[in-house]
């Protein structure tokens, strides 16, 4: 018979560790998978340790403002995974920064110790499998490991969608970026025109947020009009840092191994010529898409394929039992301190749907 559990937690973003904190401080000995090192997710971008664990600074997660992070993440995280560290930021002299914003990989290991700190339980695979139809529901890693669990957190995030090409691989993290809000600010960015690809809502809404600190913004945009909403309409076009290029997708990354990007070529969608755009960033605004392949059918999601929440404010889904944290189950804010939140919320839940059971 397979092991039963309280409480299975799947995914190892922000949403997932901050349940599991809860959840382990509650005694409920939670059991998080954590996804598994495997080619495709690297590829996909959905290695253990979520989102954070592909970015370098995190300057907007409250209580972490800068400062000499390194020697306090060393003497908080377990010495064997020391070797898993991101290299130091570098000054304009190519010395170690003394003084920093955490980096993501930093601050999802400290979350991740956190949480092993009061008993979680880690295993480091990908779920493939589960059934929620039955109860105790069924979960069933890609190893073949099979648990059984009265509750069950699903925080396995989502992706950002990319345009694919190999140059913009390349500069990832060196002026390639897939959230404003998160990266717009750095100073890499400020005073050097931008690129935003998209042509939607929140391509125009990245765009208005970058306008604030870039030089000039272009949104480059397959299209001759926009999709997004009216009202958003009128506030790009009303922003004269704002330059729209129509008919246009990107080709190619351009940049060097020293500046990073130095701007996008731009193919027409017409007629199939070429021109450069000289860039300090490009943003891709072209959607998410949330990790949730392995639950269809199991729960009630969006059409693309968001998990939905019962009820405003609740985590619960349409299976009793069952909650949703994090970017998994919101396509609107996607921030980590709004995933770590409603990670908090979900084990909240789980603790008092056990509670009314009668389960310790
Ligand atoms: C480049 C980049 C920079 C960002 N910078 C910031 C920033 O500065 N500030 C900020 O607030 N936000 C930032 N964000 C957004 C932030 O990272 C996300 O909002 C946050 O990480 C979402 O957390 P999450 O817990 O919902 O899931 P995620 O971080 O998406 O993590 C979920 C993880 O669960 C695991 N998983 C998925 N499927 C399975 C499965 N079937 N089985 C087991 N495990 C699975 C995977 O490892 C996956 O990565 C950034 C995002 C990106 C991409």
Known sequence: MADLENVVIIGSGPAGWSAA?????????????????????????TLPLGQLNLTTEVENYAGFPAGAVRGFV?????????????????????HDENKYAVMGPELMM???????????????????EVDFQTHPFRIKSSEGKEIRAHTCIIATGARANYLGLESESRFKNRGVSACAVCDGALPRFRN???????????????????AKFAS????????????ASKIMQERAFSNNKIQMEWSHTVDEVLGDDERGLTGVRLVSTKDGSKRDLE???????????PNTAFLKGQLDMNAQGYIKWKAPF???TSVDGVFAAGDVSDDYYRQ?????????????????????????
């Open 21 to 45: 904190i809860y959840a382990s401080r509650a005694n409920l000995h939670p059991l998080v998978f954590e996804g598994a090192m495997t080619q495709e997710n690297q590829e996909n971008g």
């Open 74 to 94: 060393l003497s908080a995280v377990d010495e064997d995974q020391h070797g898993m560290l991101p290299p130091l930021p570098k000054d304009e002299h190519g």
């Open 110 to 128: 400290l979350m991740r110790q956190q949480a092993k700190n009061f008993g979680t339980r880690v295993i480091t695979d990908d779920v493939v």
């Open 192 to 210: 050097k025109p931008l690129v935003v690809v998209g042509g939607g809502d929140s391509a125009v809404e990245e765009a208005t947020y970058l």
């Open 216 to 227: 000039k913004v272009h949104v480059v945009h397959r299209r001759d009009e926009l999709r």
């Open 279 to 289: 860039a300090g960033g490009m943003f891709l605004a072209i959607g998410h898409t």
């Open 314 to 316: 609740r985590t619960y």
């Open 336 to 360: 980590a301190i709004t995933s770590a939140g409603t990670g908090c919320m979900a084990a909240l839940d789980a603790e008092r749907y056990l509670a009314d059971k009668g389960i310790e």
